[in-house]
């Protein structure tokens, strides 16, 4: 710091600063040369009376417990003349609240944080307004830079000089707030000078900001306005509109879409949110402790996603909000993990005594387990044909050949009579005549009979071969259907894209990082200006000539861009390379501004994990496809197979029946 | 209890739910802004990126869309600065500022009607016109919509004259007094813009913000 004063402590010992860390609109902050563990804060202009006495007393007031939870001023600083100029604090750590509870912020400053995360700063901060109350003071200047989160979940309070501080009968008044965390009844309000503020207006702040750590980083008062015109959120909160009370519809309002319903939450809290923003209960809002124990029931019964475990949530859920939300509306509110590393069954449970739900989590391991269990259709068999078969006659058949059997004695019998006749009475010739004649007749009658039973039944032969012909076509038909074999493929092929997902992921961001590096070195090139290069032989003509081609840097040279440049032979073509060459191979890639824009890589995380709930749908409509297409061919390869037994026995029948007449 | 549709829109809100405050860059591109005034213009569009990436909250609350004219095009539509993507602006053509005055006030109303679906509070938009010359077109209807939109705190309309620009004719058109830059000082105005922005994105929507006066001795700006 550039003074010529001498600062001192409250004690008297000279403090000496070392660098400025952070400059505000009051005042900067500085190291302090010697002390690592606190800071300075040093105003810029010379505070009013009234203003040195309240770091006075807030030195004086410092407790164990208030530091727990804030960086309260320790000691002072005096500049000429014993004035105050400024005080010494903690150190701060951690982040911005608004940087966790906001998802984008949040994937990456607390890419580790899950649901249950918030849900213990949420318990933290109501800790830290508590003890704030407990010393006597009001926080009065809530807002979204004020609260700082490490990563253990803890609370650190900054800008504790503008808290209003309770000193025996003396009140240090906050003369700052921001509307859209402030009560209804400071809406109106122009100035906060002359306002005495109380424990129950901060409720309302810190209300609003467990709701925000509670809900994605929504207001509470920031909903889908029905009526016609704005509604920003000063008025909203003046008008009682808390969009996601059981009177919001009343008052026109709706939570806004994707927003997680407020019916998630365990009664409890949402009573205490109720509470806060209703006008009826609006002189008694709840107070720190009672968050604290309705915050710290909530963090430790919560349900653990299986699908990822930074989606704990409520139980009175049931199934998992943040899956529910993250794929209605396609963003991201917690990092995905590789879905094939996900925790299988009850012993993959998280730090926190979280319980395991089966129920809307998609395992791979077990789908495909479940498609391995769906038979396989058999393979097609080949039928013997039905005429080998062995059969027996059919009965009308075997009836007719006994008849036939029985004629043919009949007609041997007539015709050893009629030649015993001629034989031996050679004058009754007639007699002969007339029982040849009836034995012809016989044989007449028994031949048109065969051939009357030969037709019909080569007619029903004819009718059983089609019918068996159609009942093998069926089975064959069922056997050769590959419906089967190409949703298993299209299966496999998913399950395999599924299982590398996660390589998918890091090569896409190793090509984001790539294109870092060659952004980078092309803003090194192009700084390497060829009018200051150290190249004998290229006078400042040639220069100029390479100008007016456009080659000004070294980026710019290459052998097509050179080759176009009219009387630039290959000994200077060959010399400008080279120069390129040394100078590209000075450059170093640095890392730390070669760093890939977080809005990138979140759009490929963002991708990735669509994907991976395409699949995962795909996968699972999927096997349930192949299982009815198992059971379809397999049924219909079965009833064939039943209805060719029958045919083939009845075709051998008629084929034996055919040969026998 | 979970069961809704996709939605529009829904998971740039769902992953980022903070206030807006939209602000629209309208920005000459005619014959006459060739050379360096196109390039100073070029650097300062990314030059804005940046600073407004710095502020935590401006990152978060803050939407950038590019109009430039003429013709008139929507460059870049409204994105967060993580998200915007500072065109490069070439010089041509003439100077339609009335349709491109009018673009700008149906892509504002549009984004508010884009924020109110999804129950996204924002701040009065921005607009902002950058121009070297003189409208080529009829600016009597802009004009209007300019002084309605400001009586109705709609938007804001700022509108910067470089070098010989018709400061006449803005005057007509802004209901705020135009300013003129200093000599090509697009470095310091965007500087001032992105400022200006950072400060009402700590603000909540509504409020009266005091912006640094841009034409004061060490400002960017004359009147």
Known sequence: ?661 | MFEFDQIPFAAEFAENPEPRCPCILLLDTSYSMSGQPIQELNRGLSSLKEELMTDSMSVKRVELAVVSFGPVQATSDFGTPDDFYPPTLTASGNTPMGAAIEKAVSMLEERKNVYKQNGISYYRPWIFLITDGAPTDDWQRAAALVKSGEASKSFMFFAVGVENADMNVLGQIATRTPLKLKGLRFADLFSWLSNSLNSVSHSTPGDQIRLENPASPEGWALI
């Open chain 1, 1 to 661: 710091m550039k003074t010529a004063e001498r600062i001192v402590n409250g004690s008297g010992g000279q403090v000496i600063f070392g660098q400025e860390l952070g400059r505000g609109g009051e005042g900067s902050v500085f190291e302090v040369l010697g002390r690592s563990d606190l800071v300075a804060k040093v105003y810029h202009k010379p505070l009013p009376k009234d203003k040195q006495e309240k770091i006075e007393a807030m030195v004086r007031l410092k407790t164990e417990r208030l530091l727990r939870f804030t960086v309260w001023p320790v000691d002072v600083l005096r500049g000429a003349g014993r004035r105050v100029i400024g005080f010494l604090m903690p150190v701060l750590k951690g982040q911005e609240i608004h940087k966790l509870y906001g998802p984008k912020t949040r994937l990456a400053e607390f890419p580790q944080a899950g649901y249950s995360f918030l849900v213990h700063t949420a318990a933290n901060l109501a800790r830290a307004f508590a003890a704030v109350h407990e010393e006597g003071h009001v926080v009065g200047d809530i807002n979204h830079s004020n609260f700082y989160v490490t990563e253990q979940a803890t609370i650190l309070m900054l800008d504790c000089d503008s808290f209003q501080v309770q000193s025996g009968h003396t009140r240090f008044g906050c003369d700052v707030g921001i509307p859209m965390y402030m009560p209804p009844e400071l809406q109106n309000v122009t100035s906060f000078r002359s306002i005495v503020r109380s424990r129950n207006h901060d409720n309302f702040g810190l209300a609003v900001f467990i709701f925000m750590l509670l809900f994605m980083g929504r207001h509470p008062f920031a909903g889908k306005y029905l009526g016609a015109g704005d509604m920003p959120i000063e008025r909203a909160i003046r008008e009682f509109r808390f969009a996601y009370g059981p009177s919001a519809a009343a008052r026109q309002m709706q939570p806004p879409p994707g927003s997680l319903p407020i019916q998630a939450l365990p009664p409890k809290v949402q009573h205490l949110f109720l509470r806060a923003f209703s006008q009826e209960s609006m002189t008694s809002r709840p107070v720190a402790e009672e968050w604290i124990d309705a915050l710290q029931d909530m963090g430790s019964s919560l349900a653990l996603c299986s699908r990822n475990p930074g989606h704990q949530y409520p139980t009175e859920c049931g199934s998992c909000p943040w899956c529910a939300m993250e794929s209605a509306t396609g963003g991201l509110l917690f990092h995905p993990i590789d879905p094939v590393r996900r925790p299988t069954g009850a012993g993959g449970s998280a730090a926190h005594a979280a319980r395991q739900d089966s129920s809307s989590g998609f395992q791979l391991p077990g789908l495909w387990a479940q498609v391995q269990r769906v038979p396989a259709p058999a393979p097609a068999r080949t039928f013997p044909e039905p005429a080998s078969l062995p059969a027996q006659l059919s009965v009308p058949v075997a009836a007719y050949l006994r008849r036939r059997r029985w004629r043919a004695a009949l007609s041997l019998t007539s015709l050893a009579a009629a030649a015993s006749v001629w034989v031996f009475l050679p004058g009754y010739w007639l007699l002969t005549v007339g029982v040849l004649a009836g034995f012809n007749l016989l044989l007449l009658v028994a031949g048109r009979g065969r051939r009357r039973l030969r037709s019909a039944r080569a007619e029903q032969r004819d009718l059983l071969r089609s019918k068996w012909d159609e009942v093998c076509r069926r089975y064959a038909e069922a056997s050769a259907s590959r419906t089967y074999d190409a949703k298993l493929r299209e299966l496999e092929q998913l399950r395999r894209e599924y299982m590398d997902l996660e390589s998918f992921k890091i090569s896409e961001l190793r090509r984001l990082e790539a294109r870092q590096r060659s952004l980078q070195l092309q803003t090194y090139l192009r700084r390497n200006r060829l009018e200051h290069a150290q190249l004998d032989g290229i006078g400042p003509g040639r220069r100029a000539t390479l100008a007016l081609f456009g080659i000004e840097t070294a980026w710019e040279v290459d052998a097509a861009r050179l080759a176009r440049v009219p009387g630039f032979g290959p000994a200077n073509t060959r010399l400008l390379l080279a120069w390129r060459d040394r100078i590209e191979r000075r450059f170093a890639f640095d890392p730390s501004t070669g760093r890939v824009p977080q809005a990138e890589i979140l759009a490929v995380e963002r991708a990735v994990e669509a994907r991976t709930r395409e699949l995962e749908r795909r996968l699972s409509t999927g096997a349930a496809e192949l299982a009815r297409i198992s059971a379809d061919i397999r049924g219909r390869q079965e009833t064939a197979l039943k209805e060719a037994g029958a045919a083939a026995m009845e075709l051998a029948q008629a084929e034996r029946d055919l040969e026998a007449l």
